[in-house]
């Protein structure tokens, strides 16, 4: 687990500069304390900070070949490296070391870029060619590992993070108005856009190639396939999900550092800490974060876990003091606005997990692979309530609903009246964008409601909901259900879920590992019959079925309970001067967001009219972001 970047200039007669790819390494010690390494060759300077898990004394990098004519600096893991080892050993090829690392490199000899198909991880790499002359970036499938890549008439520089880009002296910080766009809707900015103008991220399951004299190419290298739906019984589809879960936890667990779990108490993670449990000989540690709102706080689940498998448990409480306490450190980590407010309290966790840890399992993935989020089983049935005349969907359920109070100490994933008030805008939001039609930041009129006169006059046109749409359309899929899940897996789990948590956990160097992100695990999971995700309104129905013998009742049957954080009701109470502080008389923001819009919000939140809690919150991680990063 490692940061990574470099330069790359075209013109072989300009050479690379030692001191600017030292200064971008320099900005992510945090993601790799350890050590640090970097090549550097006439027009090429890559390096890399290491956090040490794997071979700690022979997996310094960068790392090459035999004969040094293709280097490497990467980032994560490669779970399979041991089995391609072996493979490229009866291949012929030498390896130096036990690292995954070195693996990247004699793979690509074999295979050249389809060496990426081979690999079972999570990665960033940069890899040069020296004989052709020619630099590799890649990026794991489902993008637990980031990759930033920006390109000017200096040439090419790449990193981990944002940050190790806005170290170099000559790049500007200006507002993508795109991409603040999304944000306002999304809670994130999508890739391949940043907040920053010219910086891109690399997607998902993409590569960049740049040769020399040429520009960078930016190309898929895989994508998931819904299709053919596999043939097997049910009996089979039970055995095989044990299996293969099993497989992709067990190939997590080879660490040469102590290692340990996220504990949510919800049922993915349960799962992960009841299957380590089966392969471990020593209690497994475990790490939960709760509320003292009882109905938000997830920790007395995650107890009855701990207690089953006597676990090593430690449980940690985060309040609104905390909050404030560690957002500069969020917006550090992510370093553009991110509207999550799970990624506060999961900041705080994994400050506290790395005192005992530096690799910790975690139950990423399981909802956008199997279906188990509650949308998932409505989207379906809204068809029922949209064949309803306009002027009962669209004007008497929307005015009705907006009499109501919405009461806060009510999660909105479990609140009846939020439910009621977003039939509306399910209704008319596309159901090609699942998230947005079900999520409770703003719309697209209400955004363009926000912004002060001139700024939106380029983005009017620009719909995140279509954003979306345009990906569920390319699914290589047919049913609802399918298309929506391959357009979360490609927008909302690599722009949101994983980002808050390598952020979270990297600012703190530690590692985070989703068995439910596995490769096998992931093109498996998509060839299910939608019988086995969804059936009715119960959501992962063949995760329950595999593996019910392993969790309390209390855990299984309780449903989906999101990672919510009671952020609406803070900013009714103890948050509410710090939310003034920030969102009222703030001139930079005032610039680009109507004052009267945000007093509105205010007010009615603060009233009770209306549960504002996550728009203002998005506002506000935008407010305390241009305190942080000034742009111009």
């Not at 945090?30 to 890399?48: K, L, T, W, Y």
């Not at 992100?517 to 086995?532: G, I, N």
């Not at 009671?566 to 109507?594: C, K, S, T, Y």
Request: proline residues 6%; hydrophobic residues 40%.
């Amino acid at each position: 687990m490692c940061g990574i970047c470099g330069i790359y200039h075209p013109d072989p007669d300009v050479p690379a500069e030692r001191h600017l790819v030292e200064s971008m390494n320099d900005a992510m010690r945090h993601r790799g304390p350890d050590s640090q390494g970097v090549f550097i060759e006439r027009n090429i300077a890559m390096a890399m900070r290491r956090l040490s898990i794997i071979d700690i004394a022979g997996g310094e990098q960068p790392i090459t070949n035999e004969d040094g004519s293709v280097v490497v600096v990467f980032n994560g893991e490669i779970y399979n490296f041991q089995e391609l080892r072996l493979e490229m050993e009866e291949r012929g090829h030498h390896f130096a070391t036990c690292s995954d690392t070195e693996v990247i490199v004699h793979a690509y000899e074999e295979w050249q870029d389809d060496a990426l198909l081979h690999f079972n991880g999570m990665f960033a790499f940069s890899l040069w060619d020296r004989p052709r002359q020619r630099l590799l970036l890649g990026r794991d499938r489902m993008g637990k590992k980031p990759l930033y890549w920006m390109f000017t008439r200096r040439g090419l520089i790449w990193g981990s993070e944002a940050k190790a880009i806005l170290a170099v002296p000559w790049v500007e910080r200006h507002i993508n108005p795109q991409a603040l766009h999304h944000y306002l809707t999304l809670q994130y900015t999508p890739d391949p856009l940043t907040i920053f103008e010219g910086i891109y991220q690399l997607p998902a399951a993409h590569k960049l190639v740049i040769e020399q004299g040429g520009y960078p190419h930016v190309e898929c290298w895989w994508r998931p396939t819904f299709l053919p739906k596999l043939p097997d019984s049910e009996e089979q589809i039970i055995a095989d999900a044990r299996r293969l879960l099993r497989a992709a936890v067990e190939r997590r667990l080879i660490s040469d550092v102590p290692l340990g779990a996220f504990l949510s108490g919800g049922m993915d993670s349960s799962i992960v800490v009841a299957l380590m449990a089966g392969m471990s000989s020593q209690p497994v540690k475990t790490f939960t974060i709760g509320f003292d709102e009882p109905r938000y706080s997830e920790a007395p689940y995650a107890r009855k876990i701990a207690e089953m498998y006597a676990t090593e448990h430690h449980e940690f409480i985060f309040r609104a003091s905390d909050l404030v306490n560690v957002i500069e450190g969020v917006i550090c980590a992510t370093d553009e606005p991110f509207a999550d407010p799970a990624a506060l309290p999961l900041y705080e966790l994994a400050r506290q997990t790395r005192q005992h840890v530096t690799v910790a399992l975690c139950g990423d993935g399981g909802d956008e692979t199997l279906g188990g989020y509650r949308r998932y089983a409505l989207d379906s049935k809204l068809r029922f309530y949209n064949a309803l005349p306009g002027w009962i969907t669209q004007r008497l359920v929307p005015a009705a609903a907006s009499w109501l109070p919405e009461p806060q100490e009510i999660p909105e994933d479990r609140n009846p009246i939020t439910g009621l008030k977003r039939l509306g805008q399910a209704s008319a939001t596309t159901s090609r964008a699942s998230i947005v039609r079900w999520g409770s930041y703003f719309t697209h009129a209400e955004k363009l409601g926000l912004y002060t006169n001139g700024w939106h006059r380029d983005i009017t046109h620009i719909d995140s909901a279509e954003w979306i749409g345009e990906r569920f359309d390319a699914a290589q899929a047919v049913s609802l259900l399918d298309r929506t899940l391959y357009a979360d897996q490609v927008t909302y789990l690599p722009g949101d879920l994983l980002p808050k948590t390598d952020r979270a956990t990297m600012a703190h160097s530690l590692e985070a590992r989703a068995p439910f992100l596995d490769a096998e695990w992931v093109e498996w999971t998509a060839r299910l019959p939608e019988r086995y995700k969804v059936r009715g309104m119960q959501t992962k129905w063949v995760l329950k079925a595999a593996f019910a013998d392993l969790l309390p009742p209390q855990v299984i049957d309780r449903g989906k309970q999101g990672f919510s954080v009671p952020v609406g009701l803070w900013l009714r109470h103890e948050l509410h001067g710090w939310a003034h502080e920030h969102l009222v008389g703030n001139p930079v923001f005032d610039a680009l967001i109507r004052p009267d819009a945000v007093s509105r919000l205010l007010r009615e939140h603060e009233s009770g009219k209306a549960n504002h809690g996550k728009r203002l919150w998005a506002l506000l991680m935008f407010a305390v972001w241009l305190d942080k990063y000034p742009v111009y």
